[in-house]
């Protein structure tokens, strides 16, 4: 993205984050069989590390990572559609705030596109993974 691209990061903890944060619900909400998360919105932000983006006032989504049963750093995330250029900036961003694998599972083609060009690598069905 060009210089002229501003992409803002909020967190459940930050007065900011309270602005978006019902237009990020019902954007969750609305997509969440997709996602293939069952938990409801409130427990993703309380039990995850949930970053919500957005540019000069406009939501672009949300991206949250987590822990599985095993101990494995997973992501997930969710975001309005037609915004994939700024998915990939807000995913790049996002994964240099970790060290080590993390692993994502792609339930569509978009989806799938995009971990592709953050660095991802397909390991099995529809999971990715990626060193960092």
């Known amino acids: 993205m060009g210089d002229d691209c501003n992409i803002n990061v909020w967190i459940p903890l930050q007065k900011e984050f309270l602005l978006f944060k019902d237009e990020c619900k019902m954007l969750y909400e609305s997509v969440q069989d997709k996602i293939c998360d069952t938990n409801s919105f409130e427990f993703i932000i309380a039990n995850t590390f949930f970053y919500l983006f957005e540019t000069g006032g406009k939501l672009i989504g949300g991206i949250y990572y987590f822990e599985d049963k095993d101990g494995e750093l ?59």
Do not use: T
Request: hydrophobic share 40%; charged share 25%; proline share 0%.
């Open 74 to 132: 997973y992501l997930n995330g969710f975001a309005k559609r037609k915004m994939h250029k700024l998915c990939i900036e807000c995913l790049k961003m996002s994964l240099n705030w970790f060290r080590g694998r993390v692993y994502a599972e792609a339930q569509n083609r978009a989806s799938a596109l995009c971990l592709l060009r953050c660095g991802f690598k397909k390991i099995k069905d529809n999971i990715y993974s990626v060193e960092l």
